[in-house]
């Protein structure tokens, strides 16, 4: 019984709850506020990374309320820790600690309410990894959902926040009644409501269709939230608007949470009963290459940095996805990687942009050329997390990129997240070169877009004359961070080490033993290992990993100086602007209006559907 | 063997998202919204239906009669308050748009951004 | 999209979809053929765990407390973010409503309504505390007895005016009601926690008499808890809006 498990959500919540309620005492103490939420978030945090450690061996189970399973039947609720869960929540808990000390100066009239939010979105990203229930782990995702959509409507006096706030409160509350949905149909088929439990019972039982049918109504909630292709519209209208520290954990934490939700769902619930794994690993990897790839496209062509933060997040999302798809131990080890390592990176991104919001009033990147000279500290490291993004190594990021190819070995899919990560990246480091160097021209305005990029004018009381150092350090600590999780990986045994918590992620017989007992079902027969699977490749730096990673971050440079000079080229001016075609085609999708959002959502739920229903209707 | 009720939820879950994507008004779509979530309730208390079963509860029933499961009544039971609140969350979002905009009309909403 | 285009697509799609959802509802045991096993299981044992008879409130408060903690805090949150998104638009105002509402004329409320309201007052703010205490052997517990209790804040306003409702429940209050309702419940865990039982233990003592108030343990606490929390929620979310109304008509007029 670890003690840590339940404490890691319920610190938060009575933080939060004891805030609230004093609220009014507060009044002129903001720092006692602050100074609380912080050290809740540190707290959160030093108590994920010793249950990291304590978990590299072994899964720790812990049932509320003491009650444990009876002969393969729950009738509790658990929390299960293992290294993948635990590192997921402890990104989150790591960029909540930056987003709240990032936020110490950052509003003045911020009131207690703004902390009590955070963290009881904390309380909901450490319930959500660690759930071992599907109904718990939707009511944590509902809990940071609620927190989320309160937090992204936290400024209604701009004009911006409550389209954004809407949109995305409609689309994910919609996607969240589906999972209900789904939970309530592969109850009625097991009777069960612990995954392990649900995993056993649904393998061994007929009624295949319910199973397909409530997985996909399951995941489809975790796809909105994912920001998966075309369940994504929701997300840069949220970004765009959304206070920036608010931005670090949307981006950082809460989107690969969706994701999370995914994997978890297939290797801990339904892969066993679903079978067809290869065919299953084809429609993942084809929904992560078309959001990788849409995600890239409309990265380029903003001129709002937060929303272009927020499309290049979609274009990762994808990767990861893909990642995911690869069913592997290495791909899973990449994917693991690469969401720390760019947690940590877009954390900073974010932070930077908003410290420019603070002093130069403005997300626009035309209307800031050149004036971010004056930021020199922010500009570097913007730019240095720019090529973190693009997988500089010894950024986290390249190794994360390297195993999810060095796993797949397709040619056509290292080109592709090739290309997709110069755009990414080089929309970014075009960015830094433009606002903190000045370099080249500004970008020629599309009028519909500078209202649009201008919507937003300033989230701080007053511009400030300097910047705070407590809006400055946590950018820098972050990309230093995410540096040294790279060169971490150098150490030896230490790519093993995460390649290992992949496997025994995707083992569903060791699971179900860890959570009901050895003495359970007696393990069914679907569920194969996967090692025996997918023999164990090794984790390591190659050649090409780092190659393809210099190739990248020079293409990404390269791209960021042609739309810089674009209109200095002699050869290539014919009044074209890069990117430009892109803009009527995008606005037809992303309209900004709910309806449309919803239609897509049913149409990609059908086109799945239907995918999986050939997929699987034979078995 | 029946699955009318199951049909039922479905049925409702269906009316719900039709009137989210064709309503252009943003309460509208709010209740909408409740609708996809009520279809949620009518499938899992259809789900822990024992035909037969009295409701689990026993203060005054003798002996250990057949009863329907609990489990998805408390579940519901949790989620139609937890729905209210949201409701008034999503709500004050609609109040605020009215007053920022003047109007309700989502279309109108997206216009007005760009 | 048009209108037109996105009701064509949506009902293409809606049909594939459907049919989908059907495919696997004809793979569900047909209605009244709950196969369990977690339903048995809970009416197994639940009476001699907990001593409750109302099983759902043991489910809820006890089997899936954690649940109820997150639901509990769901419920909080809203509020608190409605709270944060009204109260921003009142701070942009010279003079809070309230002051404003004190000027203008009452509307006068029919003397039947105003009767009937005062004769519910008392009944719902009493079954509305006997639900909230009484988990242990009613079907509601603190969710749907808080709502109740916040019915009797409603029908004050109701029979007299916002004023009154406004003095029953300021805001500052219904706020500390919520969180001390939503935290007390996180609390009682982590007292658990502190004697050294898992979070959510059910440590205190179970009476002798199944059903009465101090039969089954940490239930009717926390149940308690619950209705506080649910009842100042839903105070405030009536309030909130009941302001927002004042704040409309009187732009209106």
């Not at chain 1, 060169?487 to 995707?506: C, D, H, K, N, Y």
């Not at chain 1, 007696?522 to 699977?533: H, Q």
């Not at chain 1, 890069?578 to 049913?602: H, K, M």
């Not at chain 2, 408390?74 to 999503?90: F, N, S």
Request: glycine share 12%.
């Amino acid at each position: 019984m670890n003690q840590l498990i339940p404490l890691t959500v319920a610190v938060p919540l009575l933080t939060a709850a004891a805030l609230l309620a004093v609220r009014p005492l507060l009044a002129g103490l903001v720092w006692v506020a602050n100074l609380a939420a912080v050290a809740a978030a540190a707290a959160v945090a030093v108590m994920l990374a010793f249950l990291l450690r304590q978990t590299s061996t072994d899964e720790a189970v812990y049932w509320f309320a003491g009650f444990r399973p009876s002969h393969g039947v729950a009738i509790g609720v658990n929390f299960v820790a293992g290294p993948i869960s635990v590192g997921l929540a402890l990104i989150g808990a790591i960029l909540m600690t930056a987003a709240l000390v990032f936020s110490w100066r950052y509003f003045t009239h911020v009131g207690t309410y703004f902390h009590g939010l955070m963290l009881i979105f904390l309380a909901g990203v450490a319930g959500f990894c660690l759930a071992g229930d599907v109904f718990d782990l939707f009511v944590w995702f509902e809990l940071m959902g609620v927190a989320a959509y309160a937090l992204t409507a936290y400024r209604p006096e701009e004009r911006g926040p409550i389209q954004g706030a809407l949109n995305f409160a409609i689309t994910n509350s919609v996607g969240a009644y589906l999972s209900l949905t789904g939970i309530a149909l592969i109850y009625g088929r097991t009777g069960a409501l612990n995954m392990a439990q649900i995993g056993q019972a649904a393998a061994s039982r007929s009624g295949h269709g319910v199973v397909v049918v409530s997985f996909l109504l399951i995941i489809a909630g975790f796809l909105v939230k994912a920001a998966i292709v075309p369940f994504h519209f929701w997300l840069a209208d949220a970004h765009a608007v959304a206070p920036t520290p608010v931005c670090v954990l949307f981006s950082g934490v809460m989107v690969e949470l969706g994701l999370y939700g995914i994997a978890r769902m297939y290797w801990s619930v339904f892969g066993g009963a679903l079978g067809h794994q290869a065919a299953l690993a084809d429609v993942f990897l084809a929904l992560g290459t078309l959001t990788s790839v849409v995600g890239a496209l409309f990265c380029f062509r903003e001129r709002h940095v937060k929303r272009l933060l927020a499309f290049s997040t979609i274009s990762h999302m994808g990767m990861f996805l893909a990642g995911f798809a690869l069913m592997t131990p290495l791909g899973l080890a990449g994917v693991a990687v690469y969401v720390a390592g760019h947690a940590l990176v877009k954390g900073a991104l974010f932070l930077c942009s908003g410290i420019a919001l603070h002093r130069l009033r403005s997300v626009n990147e035309t209307c800031l050329h050149g004036r971010g000279r004056k930021l020199p500290v922010t500009g570097a490291t913007f730019t240095l997390a720019g090529l973190g993004l693009a997988g500089l190594p010894p950024f986290a990021l390249f190794l994360g990129k390297g195993w999810i190819e060095d796993s797949a070995r397709m040619t056509w899919l290292t080109v592709v997240f090739t290309l997709c990560a110069i755009l990414a990246a080089g929309a970014v480091l075009r960015v830094a070169g433009g606002v903190f160097y000045g370099l080249g021209d500004p970008p020629r305005e599309d009028p519909r877009m500078e209202a649009e990029a201008n919507e937003e004018t300033g989230e701080t009381d007053e511009g400030r004359q300097r910047t705070p150092l407590t809006m400055l350090i946590p950018p820098v600590l972050l990309v230093a961070g995410a540096m040294a999780a790279g060169v971490a990986m150098l150490v030896p045994g230490a790519g093993a080490a995460i390649e290992r918590a992949a496997l025994r992620f995707q083992d569903q017989a060791a699971y179900q033993a860890a959570v009901l007992g050895p003495s359970g079902h007696g393990g069914s027969a679907a569920a194969a290992p996967v090692a025996t699977l997918h023999p164990v490749e090794p984790a390591a730096v190659t050649v090409s990993a780092v190659v393809v990673a210099l190739v990248c971050v020079a293409g990404a440079l390269a791209l960021a100086g042609a739309a810089l000079y674009w209109r200095r080229l002699p050869v290539l001016r014919r009044g074209y602007e890069p990117g430009a075609g892109l803009t009527e085609f995008s606005r037809r999708f992303q309209s900004g209006v709910i309806n449309d959002y919803v239609t897509w959502l049913v149409v990609g739920l059908a086109i799945i559907g239907g995918v999986l229903a050939l997929i699987t209707g034979h078995g | 063997m029946t699955y009318f009720p199951y049909l039922v939820a479905a049925w409702i879950l269906a009316c719900g998202l039709y009137g989210l994507v064709t309503n252009r008004d943003l309460i509208h779509q709010i209740i909408c919204l409740i609708v996809v979530q009520s279809s949620t309730y009518v499938m899992l208390l259809a789900t822990g239906y024992v035909t037969g079963g009295i409701a689990p509860y026993f203060s005054d029933v003798p002996g250990s009669p057949k009863a329907v499961d609990p489990v998805v009544q408390a579940l519901a039971l949790t989620d139609v308050v937890v729905e209210a609140a949201v409701t008034a969350l999503l709500a004050s979002f609609a109040i605020q748009a009215h007053k920022r905009f003047g109007t309700l009309d989502p279309q109108d909403l997206a216009e007005f951004k760009g | 999209m048009t209108p037109g285009q996105r009701r064509v697509i949506f009902l293409v799609a809606m049909a594939g979809l459907a049919a989908f959802v059907i495919w696997g509802i004809t793979g569900l045991p047909g209605f009244g053929r709950y196969p369990g096993p977690y339903g048995p299981a809970i009416l197994k044992v639940a009476e001699g765990q907990t001593n409750a008879t109302g099983i759902v409130s043991a489910v809820n408060f006890e089997y899936r407390g954690i649940d109820t903690v997150g639901e509990e805090f769901i419920l909080f949150t809203a509020v608190v973010g409605m709270t944060v998104v009204l109260r921003k638009l009142r701070g942009e105002r010279q003079r809070p409503a309230i002051e404003e509402a004190r000027e203008r004329a009452q509307p006068a409320g029919g003397t039947g309504v105003r009767a009937a309201a005062l004769a519910f007052t008392g009944p719902a703010a009493l079954i509305g505390w006997w639900l909230a205490t009484h988990a242990q052997t009613n079907p509601s517990g603190g969710f749907q007895g808080g709502v109740v209790l916040a019915t009797a804040f409603l029908l004050v306003y109701l029979g007299g005016e916002f004023l009154t409702f406004r003095r029953l429940s300021p805001v500052d209050i219904t706020d500390a009601a919520e969180a001390i309702g939503a935290g007390g419940f996180a609390a009682v865990g982590v007292t658990a926690i502190a004697a050294g039982l898992p979070y959510m233990d059910n440590y205190l003592p179970l009476g002798k008499v199944p059903g009465a108030v101090s039969s089954a343990g940490t239930i009717a606490l926390i149940s308690f808890l619950v209705g506080i929390g649910v009842a100042a929620a839903f105070v405030q979310i009536a309030g909130e809006l009941l302001e927002q109304t004042m704040l409309v008509r009187e732009g209106g007029g």
